[in-house]
């Protein structure tokens, strides 16, 4: 057993661009909850390199939020609403017929994304929901997340995703993730990505679901909100082949301006921006 804990007021640095603690940010700690060595390796190289502490044992109830390492999984703790429950990544609900149900290329989002599209930069991965939906259509996806935090319960899901069968398959080999700043990323990558896909914090609303309530809650504990997504837009912009779609609610403003196309769902809708230069060669 062993814990963590840090993220509190000091912004740090992937790369050029700060990650500045915004909103409410809860320190989180790690706890070691596995006797297996390659679980304890993991917890205590992840501390080190976010320059974490580990306790043994968690104080009840802890002020922080946990990042427990078991056996099987990797979950995140409110210990002082929910004790003992975690929540995880957790891919295994998606309907993995080709082409019909959550894989089907005629709903909103892979539309927004294009038919032309190959490769496709997922620039706010979260916990991978959309990343994994994208690749399981076809896309070749990289998908970046900047909260160490979030990272690690992301590639502890798609470690697990890849001991499915059906996920494995469906999968293919098409999902990389990556712990950064998608700018940076971005301003280095070479070939660029076709699209950008940018999927930031909603603002938050007065009525919630109690799922999206225990879930968002949690979240947003550790990454706040996404203030800066207007200029993640603007890099996107400068460093993409054919498009950048971005997520917003049904009745919010466009992040910038009006976009060039526009899908719509229920809930949410799926602007697309195109750099200058497809509007030329269209
Ligand atoms: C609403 S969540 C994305 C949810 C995701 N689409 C899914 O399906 O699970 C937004 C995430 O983007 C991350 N994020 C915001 N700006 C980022 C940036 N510039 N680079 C990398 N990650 C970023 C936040 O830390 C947060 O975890």
Partial sequence: MGVASGFVDTPYF????PFYPVMQRSPVVIVIESDLTERRD???EFAQNHNLK?????????PELVLAFRDDVTELRDEQVRPGRGMFVDYSSID??????????????PRAIGKETKTVLDATAGFGYDAVLLACMGFEVQAVERSPVIAALLEDGLRRALLDEGLNRALGDRLRIQTGDSRDILEGMDPKPDAVYIDPMFPEKRKKSALAKKHIRLVRQIVGEDPDAGELLEVAMLHVRRRVVVKRPTHAEPLAGDPDLSFGGKLVRYDVYLPASTHRQS
């Fill in 42 to 44: 993991k917890a205590l």
């Fill in 14 to 17: 992937f790369g050029r661009y």
């Fill in 96 to 109: 993995l017929r080709t082409g019909a149900g959550n894989l089907s290329r005629k709903q909103p989002l």
């Fill in 54 to 62: 580990v306790k043994d044992q968690v104080d009840t109830p802890s």
